[in-house]
T-cell receptor, first 112, second 115 residues
Framework: ETGVTQSPTHLIKTRGQQVTLRCSSQ?????VSWYQQALGQGPQFIFQ???????GRGNFPPRFSGLQFPNYSSELNVNALELDDSALYLC???????????FGPGTRLTVT | AQKVTQAQTEISVVEKEDVTLDCVYE???????LFWYKQPPSGELVFLIR????DEQNEISGRYSWNFQKSTSSFNFTITASQVVDSAVYFC????????????WGAGTKLIIKP
């Protein structure tokens, strides 16, 4: 059974640029959730996708957008990057949404 | 609104000591789920346990045990005979149906096990 994978591992971007992060869910899981974790803090929920539809969204601006594909993999897009977007971005998969979420290793994004 | 409080920011103990990590939650929902996750220095969150609101039975898994008490809205985690490999940040989290099951996280407790 393949676990949750994320790419890239690390990324450095300049303020104002756009970035796309990718996540492959665990086999058999139809729900993907994205979280932002700033250094020394707990994860903050960005949004969740269930069977290709957005199923909930946290308190993040519209420049954070996502997508889920028919194979349940997912993308997180962030436009107009700001310095405060520097964080660890975590993807988690589950089935169904209420069950335990399994996390990928994360993507460390640095915005300069 | 839902909230999870982990009042202990950092705990440091000597190896082989027992240690308890506290978690207090707030929700008006009668159906909810509680979780504990471990985040070692590598950064990947590791699932430890899921408990639903209708199951107050305590659980033991090896050196780990969890005490769920609805009367005090607490879901505490105890590590018996701690080991250096237990050093990590531990997060307690809550999810409810009305929030589309998004995880509401505590701030985490950093556990340091000294050899």
């Amino acid at each position: 059974e393949t676990g949750v994978t994320q790419s890239p591992t690390h990324l450095i971007k300049t303020r104002g640029q756009q970035v796309t992060l990718r996540c492959s869910s665990q086999s058999g899981h139809n729900t993907v959730s994205w979280y932002q974790q700033a250094l020394g803090q707990g994860p903050q929920f960005i949004f969740q996708y269930y069977r290709e539809e957005e199923n909930g969204r946290g308190n993040f601006p519209p420049r954070f957008s996502g997508l889920q594909f028919p194979n349940y993999s997912s993308e997180l897009n962030v436009n107009a990057l700001e310095l405060d977007d520097s964080a660890l971005y975590l993807c988690a998969s589950s089935e169904p949404p209420a069950s335990e979420q399994y996390f990928g290793p994360g993507t460390r994004l640095t915005v300069t | 609104a839902q909230k999870v409080t982990q009042a202990q920011t950092e705990i440091s103990v000597v190896e082989k000591e027992d240690v308890t990590l506290d978690c207090v939650y707030e929700t008006r929902d009668t159906t909810y789920y509680l979780f504990w996750y471990k985040q070692p220095p590598s950064g990947e969150l590791v699932f430890l346990i899921r408990r639903n609101s209708f199951d107050e039975q305590n659980e033991i898994s090896g050196r780990y045990s969890w005490n769920f008490q609805k009367s005090t809205s607490s879901f505490n985690f105890t590590i018996t005979a701690s080991q250096v490999v237990d050093s990590a940040v531990y997060f307690c989290a809550l999810t409810v149906m009305d929030s589309n099951y998004q995880l509401i996280w505590g701030a985490g407790t950093k556990l340091i096990i000294k050899p």
